[in-house]
């Protein structure tokens, strides 16, 4: 049995393939356009599902969309309805939108899929799951647990915001659910268009800067206050009431009302690339905290109503990982699996996960392997043919030579690593989700003083106060942070060891906040946030191969079984997908060197490495 699974149309667009119940495929639909975030059709992403799977539209048993668009719109027309006469001209504006989109979907998808091949259309069976179930069915099916709490939150799908539920065996039962216009996802967007951020783009950056605030200043529990007070209205169970007084999204193209927050706060919405002051930074850590302390609610409330040892986590707020690592301390649950594509790419897994366990009515198979997502490398590889042809189009501004050992290989780069160089590394199938997990990875060495800021500024060309996180051998883990559970879909916020933690200076909450940035506070200092805290990515050999005998080679070399490792792209542009994509990125940033598969590649002299522009 085939199916094809398709998220589409709001941002994060993506497509998966199952066989017989097995992931065979899936990807984002940015990765092959290059528009970041790519919110169109994914007709890229589907025929690299079609091609890995070996068959065509007119062969799949169901093609499965991630949400039912006519309940969406049917949100739509009451929240207008009960908030007129607010965003009437927004609503007259997107009504003709709204019709073609959602009233005619199915024809829309028709039409979109003969742009992928030609297809029989009454070969092709089109489901809609809702789009809380897909995110569900994503995180609860490729889980190892047989039975399982599932929480899932974000932005907004048709009516629910958040839902918890329950997953035994192949079915899933919807418990509890929080509607709409109340939502956490939202929330936190609401300030991360405040604080100058993209919605739908920036809300990592938020929690990256989070640490920047002073959890001690008077502003900072004000701010906290004022949010708990003004804005939510926050239940014991979790569940939460959003004051529509500050807030434009249910009836406008905006997120809030900017008066009323500038009142409230006592600051003007910061325009994007304006300068960060520390009022910004405290705004920032007190949305975290009151995020965290929503999500805790949450999973308390899951326990209560499901009684499950195991939880399973989905939808962008899961991408928070700074609070499902204070969750996993916590300790309410014995494990917790996180999807990896946890967002809307991931809808279009759960859509077809859903459709064959719930419509279908197939029995799971639980993975032999720590779960069934395959360390999520469900992209694309590149033959050695497509390689060198890649490598021979940028002859006259990169040298390459082919390293036949990989032992030999990984030791060669370990040591150029070792003496401070920074590296593209590009191996096996591209990931599915946001995070790189050392198959389209840039790396350096967490040791270096000025790693991070070299990163920042010369390699990805963005804000230098955004982190960076530690791929770690999964074996030694425990030797640098607090992290008792593996993480290998970097999804796990730790704090360093205490014994590694330097002592910071006398009135360092009060120093500017690039003076903070720049004080080393631990022996590894690219990888250490201000609160001591890092994004873990545990690498095992079973699942990460190639990627943990190059950090075995950089322990073997140095000690140290840890690097840096962030995507391989720079700001604006999406992770790189072909080898092709990953020679320009290397070309156009001062990387020093890639590694292509078993190909080593510099620069030529005459090629300056720095970004065209």
């Not at 077809?352 to 997502?373: C, F, P």
């Not at 999804?491 to 080393?520: C, H, M, S, T, W």
Request: hydrophobic content about 40%.
């Amino acid at each position: 049995m085939k199916i094809l699974g398709i998220s589409a149309f709001y941002h994060d667009s993506a497509a998966a393939i199952l066989m017989d119940g097995q992931i065979i495929a899936a990807a984002q639909e940015e990765r092959f356009s290059r528009k970041k975030h790519d919110e169109g059709f994914p007709v890229k992403a589907i025929r690299y599902c079609l091609q890995e799977a070996g068959c065509t539209l007119d062969q799949l048993d169901a093609i499965a969309f991630y949400d039912k668009p006519f309940l969406k719109f049917e949100r739509l027309l009451e929240t207008y309805y009960g908030f007129s006469p607010r965003g009437l001209q927004s609503f007259v504006t997107a009504m003709p939108v709204w019709i073609k989109e959602k009233i005619f979907f199915k024809k829309l998808i028709y039409k979109a899929l003969e742009e992928v091949e030609a297809y029989d259309k009454k070969k092709v069976k089109l489901l809609f799951p809702e789009h809380h179930l897909s995110h569900a069915a994503s995180a609860f099916y490729p889980s190892p647990f047989e039975e399982a709490a599932i929480l899932t939150i974000d932005g907004v799908g048709e009516w629910a915001t958040a839902t918890i539920a329950r997953g035994k065996g192949k079915d899933i039962q919807i418990l509890r659910e929080l509607h709409f216009p109340h939502s956490v996802g939202l929330l936190y967007s609401a300030f991360t268009y405040f604080l100058g951020f993209r919605v739908n783009n920036g809300e990592y950056k938020l929690m990256g800067l989070a640490p920047y605030g002073n959890p001690h200043a008077e502003e900072t529990n004000r701010f906290i206050q004022l949010i708990k007070s003004e804005l939510i209205e926050l239940k014991e169970d979790g569940s939460l009431w959003l004051n529509q007084k500050y807030f434009r999204y249910a009836t406008g193209l905006r997120m809030i009302y900017d008066k009323p927050w500038q009142k409230l706060f006592g600051l003007k919405r910061r325009e994007e690339e304006a300068e960060l002051s520390q009022t910004h930074c405290n705004l920032a850590f007190a949305i975290q905290q009151v995020t965290e302390e929503i999500v805790m609610k949450m999973a308390e409330e899951t326990l209560k109503l499901t009684q499950a040892e195991n939880l399973c986590l989905a939808g962008g707020v899961a991408l928070n990982c700074v609070a499902n690592g204070k969750l996993q301390r916590k300790g309410l649950f014995k494990d917790i699996f996180i999807q990896p594509a946890a967002g809307d790419a991931g809808g279009a897994l759960g859509a077809a996960l859903a459709t064959h366990h719930i419509y279908h009515g197939h029995d799971r198979v639980l993975s032999e392997y720590a779960d069934g997502m395959g360390g999520s490398f469900l992209g694309p590889s590149f033959s050695e043919k497509e390689i060198v042809q890649a490598l021979r189009r940028q002859a006259d501004a990169c040298q390459y030579h082919k390293i036949n050992d990989f032992g030999e290989l990984c030791a060669q780069v370990a040591e150029k690593l070792a003496d401070g160089k920074i590296v593209g590394w590009f191996q096996g199938r591209m990931e599915y989700g946001p995070r790189a997990l050392g198959h389209r990875s840039i790396l350096g060495d967490p040791r270096q003083s000025e790693m991070q800021k070299r990163l920042n500024l010369k390699i990805k060309y963005r804000e230098s106060f955004r982190p960076f996180a530690p791929a770690v051998l999964a074996e030694d883990a425990q030797l640098y942070f607090d992290q008792k559970t593996p993480s290998p879909y970097m999804l796990l916020v730790a704090p360093l060891k205490e014994d590694l933690q330097a002592k910071l200076p006398e009135g360092y909450y009060e120093l500017p906040l690039l003076e903070r940035l720049y004080i080393r506070r631990s022996d590894y200092p690219a990888i250490t946030h201000l609160d001591f805290s890092a994004r873990v990515q545990t690498v095992d050999a079973q699942s990460n191969a190639a990627f943990h005998q190059l950090l075995s080679a950089f322990k073997a070399h140095t000690g140290h079984g840890m690097l840096v490792n962030t995507s391989f792209n720079v700001r604006g542009e999406p992770i790189v997908c072909d080898p092709k994509d990953a020679i320009q990125c290397f070309l156009n940033t001062e990387m020093d060197y890639l590694v292509v598969e078993s190909y080593l590649v510099g620069k030529r002299e005459a090629r300056g490495g720095t970004r065209d522009n």
